[in-house]
């Protein structure tokens, strides 16, 4: 006999989302609020409604690749050119100032250890965890704002995904220490393996859709095989290069984002991803926690580990930015729409459980950052944008986000 309740999880999900998403927006809240908001409340943390399950991870999975994609495909080159040495700068300070801070937080509590040491290699474990940003929720913000193409927009964007390469660079090179296997020098190899992957992929498919779009403008066949080279591309990166799916997807929207047909495109994949896959992603956030195993202790652990990891990306993110030029409301935005945790926490944290180097109480703390820095990331940026407007900023919220 089939089992039919993951049907009805999903009429819950869908239903429950898009009431918090309306509810966040007449508070003048981003709707992904209200969508982290309602998992929430469907979860084991209020009503225990629903929980996470594997095959609602994979349509989480689905969805935030499908943001990364229409993010690439709504990138503007002639900014990302401008932004690119800026956001390499921001991505590194991003990576290296919360590692740091990290790891002198689980000494400060734990107790400082000797070079080589468990607590030594746990501590530099707990700022590995915190280097890499979740660059789905800030996107969602952005374009909800309609922000996303300004250059504070492709700054915060550019270095998200930056910061995630280095985020996994970073890991490579903590668990070396445990792994004599894992060499940092084959990790670095295989992104810039990936890297001229994608170029000469880039360069091929761009002009294979070009030919296409010429031929055939406005037609299903065009987002129906740009869909098809994301999901590929995002396949190759996990599975070849060891590189997270989302950058292999945002990179195949940057290989089309030049294409005539790349808002009809973008427009096609919004059909599916903000309707339905987008949604679950944000509300298995919320599904994925619970707070049965908290311990007095481990709160304590859990309160300075979420604002420690928020604010040295604020601080650091915010102080790179100020030193390569950009006004001070320009460094609060990147600061605050580096500051989200997502998926990349998510990998690590699990690789760490994997590994016997951490014991699953760490994970509360991890899900407590993410839910909390992706509650206070868009709100945070909707204040500042609303009080430090984007002089360049290209309001397009589509009429049927309604």
Same mark, same amino acid.
């Given at each position: 006999?089939?089992?039919?309740?993951?049907?009805?999880?999903?009429?819950?999900?869908?239903?429950?989302?898009?009431?918090?998403?309306?509810?966040?927006?007449?508070?003048?809240?981003?709707?992904?609020?209200?969508?982290?908001?309602?998992?929430?409340?469907?979860?084991?943390?209020?009503?225990?409604?629903?929980?996470?399950?594997?095959?609602?991870?994979?349509?989480?999975?689905?969805?935030?690749?499908?943001?990364?994609?229409?993010?690439?495909?709504?990138?503007?080159?002639?900014?990302?050119?401008?932004?690119?040495?800026?956001?390499?700068?921001?991505?590194?300070?991003?990576?290296?100032?919360?590692?740091?801070?990290?790891?002198?937080?689980?000494?400060?509590?734990?107790?400082?250890?000797?070079?080589?040491?468990?607590?030594?290699?746990?501590?530099?474990?707990?700022?590995?965890?915190?280097?890499?940003?979740?660059?789905?929720?800030?996107? #969602?913000?952005?374009? #909800?704002?309609?922000?996303?193409?300004?250059?504070?927009?492709?700054?915060?964007?550019?270095?998200?995904?930056?910061?995630?390469?280095?985020?996994?660079?970073?890991?490579?090179?903590?668990?070396?220490?445990?792994?004599?296997?894992?060499?940092?020098?084959?990790?670095?190899?295989?992104?810039?393996?990936?890297?001229?992957?994608?170029?000469?992929?880039?360069?091929?498919?761009?002009?294979?859709?070009?030919?296409?779009? #010429?031929?055939?403008?406005?037609?299903?066949?065009?987002?129906?095989?740009?869909?098809?080279?994301?999901?590929?591309?995002?396949?190759?990166? #996990?599975?070849?290069?060891?590189?997270?799916?989302?950058?292999?997807?945002?990179?195949?929207?940057?290989?089309?984002?030049?294409?005539?047909?790349?808002?009809?495109?973008?427009?096609?994949?919004?059909?599916?991803?903000?309707?339905?896959?987008?949604?679950?992603?944000?509300?298995?956030?919320?599904?994925?926690?619970?707070?049965?195993?908290?311990?007095?202790?481990?709160?304590?652990?859990?309160?300075?580990?979420?604002?420690?990891?928020?604010?040295?990306?604020?601080?650091?993110?915010?102080?790179?930015?100020?030193?390569?030029?950009?006004?001070?409301?320009?460094?609060?935005?990147?600061?605050?729409?580096?500051?989200?945790?997502?998926?990349?926490?998510?990998?690590?944290?699990?690789?760490?459980?994997?590994?016997?180097?951490?014991?699953?109480?760490?994970?509360?703390?991890?899900?407590?950052?993410?839910?909390?820095?992706?509650?206070?990331?868009?709100?945070?940026?909707?204040?500042?944008?609303?009080?430090?407007?984007?002089?360049?900023?290209?309001?397009?919220?589509?009429?049927?986000?309604?």
């Amino acid at each position: 006999m089939k089992n039919y309740d993951i049907l009805m999880d999903l009429a819950l999900i869908m239903v429950g989302a898009k009431i918090m998403a309306l509810l966040a927006r007449k508070i003048k809240a981003p709707m992904v609020v209200g969508e982290i908001i309602a998992g929430l409340l469907l979860g084991p943390c209020v009503f225990g409604i629903l929980k996470s399950s594997s095959f609602i991870g994979q349509l989480a999975e689905i969805g935030v690749i499908l943001i990364m994609f229409s993010a690439g495909l709504e990138t503007n080159l002639t900014e990302l050119k401008k932004s690119g040495l800026k956001a390499f700068v921001i991505a590194c300070v991003g990576v290296l100032f919360p590692f740091v801070c990290g790891a002198l937080l689980y000494m400060c509590i734990y107790g400082f250890s000797s070079f080589g040491s468990e607590g030594f290699f746990k501590a530099l474990f707990i700022g590995s965890i915190m280097t890499a940003t979740s660059v789905g929720i800030t996107v #969602e913000v952005l374009k #909800e704002m309609g922000v996303l193409k300004g250059t504070v927009g492709q700054t915060i964007l550019s270095a998200a995904i930056i910061d995630d390469v280095i985020g996994i660079i970073v890991l490579t090179f903590v668990l070396s220490f445990k792994d004599p296997k894992t060499k940092l020098s084959v990790v670095s190899l295989k992104v810039l393996m990936f890297l001229a992957f994608s170029f000469i992929l880039g360069y091929l498919f761009y002009r294979v859709f070009k030919l296409i779009d #010429e031929r055939y403008p406005h037609t299903r066949r065009i987002p129906i095989m740009a869909m098809g080279l994301c999901f590929a591309l995002a396949y190759v990166a #996990e599975a070849y290069f060891g590189i997270a799916d989302i950058t292999g997807a945002y990179i195949a929207g940057i290989i089309l984002c030049n294409v005539r047909d790349a808002a009809y495109i973008d427009r096609k994949v919004n059909v599916n991803g903000y309707m339905f896959f987008a949604p679950v992603f944000f509300v298995s956030i919320g599904l994925k926690t619970s707070f049965d195993s908290m311990t007095w202790s481990l709160l304590g652990f859990s309160l300075g580990f979420v604002a420690v990891a928020m604010l040295s990306k604020l601080v650091g993110c915010g102080l790179a930015s100020k030193c390569l030029g950009f006004k001070g409301s320009e460094c609060m935005k990147i600061g605050a729409g580096m500051m989200t945790r997502g998926e990349v926490a998510l990998i690590i944290t699990s690789k760490g459980m994997a590994l016997g180097i951490i014991d699953s109480s760490y994970f509360t703390s991890v899900i407590l950052l993410i839910i909390v820095s992706s509650i206070a990331t868009p709100l945070l940026l909707k204040f500042l944008y609303s009080r430090y407007p984007d002089d360049a900023k290209s309001v397009e919220i589509a009429a049927d986000n309604e």
